[in-house]
Nanobody, 119 residues
Framework: QVQLVESGGGLVQAGGSLRLSCAAS????????MGWYRQAPGKERELVAL???????NTADSVKGRFTISRDNAKNTVYLQMNSLKSEDTGDYYC?????????????WGQGTQVTVSS
C-alpha cells in the first residue's frame, strides 16, 4: 500500500515563501512521476508542477519563475519551493504519485496540506 505524507503548509503573507514536502512510502515503482496539484475554494483541482524520476519537470504557467519542484529519489520525497507567494496561490495542495506497472496505471494522492496567503 502506498502512502503519501505531506508537510509544510501554513499561513504566509503575500511575497513570502513556503516549502512543501511529500514523502512516499510503500510499494513504489522506481520509475514514476511525483508532483503537486492544488485546489482553491470553489475551483477545480489544477496541476502545479510535476517531476519524473529522471528529473524532467512540468510547471504550470501561473507559477513559473516562482515555484520550483525537486525530488530526492533515495528518500522518495518531492519538494515544492514556493516563493513570491500571491493571494491566488491560496488553496489545498495535494501530493501526487503516478506510475505504470505493466498495462496498469496507478495514481495515488496525499491527504492535502493547506496554504493560505494573506494580502
Amino acid at each position: 500500500q502506498v502512502q503519501l505524507v505531506e508537510s509544510g503548509g501554513g499561513l504566509v503573507q503575500a511575497g513570502g515563501s513556503l516549502r512543501l514536502s511529500c514523502a512516499a512510502s510503500g510499494s513504489i515503482f522506481s520509475i514514476n512521476t511525483m508532483g503537486w496539484y492544488r485546489q482553491a475554494p470553489g475551483k477545480e483541482r489544477e496541476l502545479v508542477a510535476l517531476i519524473t524520476s529522471g528529473g524532467i519537470t512540468n510547471t504550470a504557467d501561473s507559477v513559473k519563475g516562482r515555484f520550483t519542484i525537486s525530488r530526492d529519489n533515495a528518500k522518495n520525497t518531492v519538494y515544492l519551493q514556493m516563493n513570491s507567494l500571491k493571494s491566488e496561490d491560496t488553496g489545498d495542495y495535494y501530493c501526487s504519485l503516478e506510475y505504470r506497472r505493466g498495462p496498469d496505471k496507478y495514481h495515488h494522492w496525499g491527504q492535502g496540506t493547506q496554504v493560505t496567503v494573506s494580502s
